[in-house]
Structure formats: C-alpha cells, structure tokens
C-alpha cells in the first residue's frame, strides 16, 4: 500500500514522509492510537520508505523486491515483533538483542515493528530500554500501542509521538464506496456505525447490517409485549454479541436525537445511523424514561459482557430485565 493509499493521517504521514527524505529519523516512534485505524499500515509504509532501493523523497515504490519482501514478512532488515500469548517477553528482546548485533546486510537501516508494546512484561520492558538507548547499527524502532499509558514513562520520553486519531466517516465512506463498491448510503451508515475505525467498517457487510436493522425492530417489539426474546435473536459469540450491543447503544443514541428535533426528517442530524431514519422515526413517541431505563440496563449489560460474564445470561439480563 502506497503513501497515498492510506486513509486519513495525512499530516502525520507527510511529517515522516519529510523526516525520511531529510534522513532526520529518531530512533523510536510511539503509534498510539485505537485499534483499525491504520498504524501497522502507517508502520509498514515507513519500513518500505526507509528501505526501497528505488524509493527517493520519503517516497517507495510499492513493487520492487525489497518492498514485496517487507509485505510477505521476508525483508530480514524489517522485522515485525507481535505479542504472544498476551504478553511480550524477555526471551523476545534477548533475541532481538542478538540480531541487531549483526550489521544490515541489506538496505540502510534496520526497522523494528512491535506490535502492542503495552504487553511488555517489566523485564522485557527494561531490557528494550536498554537497546533504546543506544540502538545498535542505528536501527529504528517502531512501538504500536493503544497510548502511552502501560509503557514504561522512561521508554516513552525515548520515542517520537506519532497520535492516530479515529478515522474521518466521509473518508472512510469514500473508501468503502469507491474502493469495495459499496452504495452511497450504505457506505455512510456503516463508516458511521464503525466509529472512526477502517477494521470495523471493514467487518460491516451489507448482510449484518440488514441483521442489525431486523434485530432492533424485533428487539422494541417483543420487549414491549413482555415475551422476552428467543435464545435465538441474539448472537451467542462474545464479540458478535458485543457487537450487537454496541449498535444498540448507537441506537438509542440516535433515538434521543432524533426526539430533540423538531422536524420529521430533519436534514444533516448527526446520527449514528443514518439508514435507519424509519425505524426511529416509528420509536419518536417512546418515552424518555422508557429509553433510560433500557439504556442503563444495555451498559450494564455491555459491562457485563466485557467483564466475561456468560454472553447468554447477559442477554437475558438485558432483555428480561424489564422493570
Ligand atoms: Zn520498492
């Protein structure tokens, strides 16, 4: 994937795209930011600037063999460390640590993707310190990670910052519509709905949406007439349940703002789901305290969820728990 190619992040972009052609790179970044946004993308694009032999102004060309090798992960001068079994170990930075004592062969300079650097374990953590304060054979360091909150503050003040924000929905719409084809609408209502992260959008096909869209009709429905859902209505997975809850919030979300406007179909309400104008105008005289109540019973039941509870009883909760 190309510079260009890349979603969003522009001015974050064009910053290291200037900081290689100037050959003025730190020896460590911080990514941080949410998950789906782009780092690893933005990391890899940066692997290829530093090491595309056809490559000038920060630039790379995207089809040489240095840059087909850093995306199949056979670039031995691009390394990507990820976390294992939830933590990253001392015996993985042991390992680096001998690696880097090896002069490049290829390329300029060594890259050094790791991914989740807030899994580090504190002797891991200290042992990277080490190698950050005088990074053999000038290699770079790229640390992904939610924030830099779980690394170590001395780690931290050795890295350059790079903050990713959630993604833009008109850009991620544009590319949903243009680059996978999907409708206009659709393509708004799901860049919507993914809450500023492409691996989100992504994961929202036509198919599920329309699942949503029938799952909340149903859910207003037969809660209301007291029967309770089937086991069957919602999704017994974890992150597919989770996934259904958290539309639902948006749903309701929606719901209180479309009550506050006036109109019926009022243009440009910032609504988290813009394709689902029928089914909330249909709920506008539900009551507030009808909407706060199933409201406080969806976060508690979303803690729940998080917090491992049986997806199945959690469901229960949030649909018997009427009163
Ligand atoms: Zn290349």
């Known amino acids: 994937m ?5 979603i969003g992040h522009k001015k974050e972009i064009e910053m290291l795209r200037s900081a290689v052609a100037s050959r003025r790179l730190p020896p460590a970044y911080l990514f941080a930011g949410p998950e789906g946004v782009g780092r690893r993308e933005v990391a890899r694009a940066l692997a290829k600037a530093v090491s595309c032999p056809e490559g000038n102004r920060g630039d ?13 992960g056979n670039f031995p001068e691009v390394i ?3 976390a294992e079994e939830g ?23 060594r890259v050094i993707v790791i991914d989740g650097a807030e899994k580090f374990t504190p002797q891991a953590a200290n042992s990277l310190l080490k190698i950050l304060e005088e990074p053999p054979g000038g290699a770079i360091f790229i640390l992904i990670a939610p924030g830099p909150e779980g690394l170590l503050p001395t780690i931290v003040s050795r890295c350059q910052r790079v903050l990713f ?10 590319y949903l519509e243009e680059k996978r084809g999907v409708p206009r609408v659709e393509a708004q209502a799901i860049a919507a ?4 992260s492409l691996a989100r959008a992504l994961a929202i096909t036509p198919e599920s949406r329309q699942h949503l869209r029938e799952l909340a009709g149903r859910v207003w429905r037969e809660t209301d007439a007291g029967t309770g859902l089937g086991e ?12 259904e809850l958290e539309f639902f919030r948006g749903l309701f979300r929606d719901l209180m703002v479309w009550k506050l406007s006036p109109g019926k179909r009022e243009k440009g309400l910032p609504l988290i789901n813009p ?6 105008e249909a709920e506008r005289e539900r009551d507030w305290e009808d909407i706060f109540r199933r409201l406080e019973i969806l976060e508690s039941t979303i803690s729940l969820v998080r917090a491992n509870a049986n997806p199945r009883l959690a469901a229960d909760q949030l649909f018997l728990g009427r009163n």
């Open 232 to 243: 069957e209505v919602m999704a017994s997975d974890r992150a597919e349940l989770l996934e």
């Open 60 to 72: 790379f060309c995207d089809a040489c063999s240095v840059c087909r090798r850093i995306d199949s």
């Open 275 to 280: 394709d689902l104008e029928d089914l909330l």
């Open 80 to 82: 990507f460390y990820g």
């Open 193 to 196: 709905s993914a809450q500023g």
């Open 87 to 109: 933590t990253i170990k001392i015996e993985k930075i042991r390992e680096l640590n001998k690696l880097l004592f090896y002069h490049p062969g290829e390329g300029s300079r």
């Open 2 to 6: 190309r510079w260009e190619e890349i």
């Open 165 to 174: 924000s959630p993604l833009n929905g008109e850009e991620m719409a544009a």
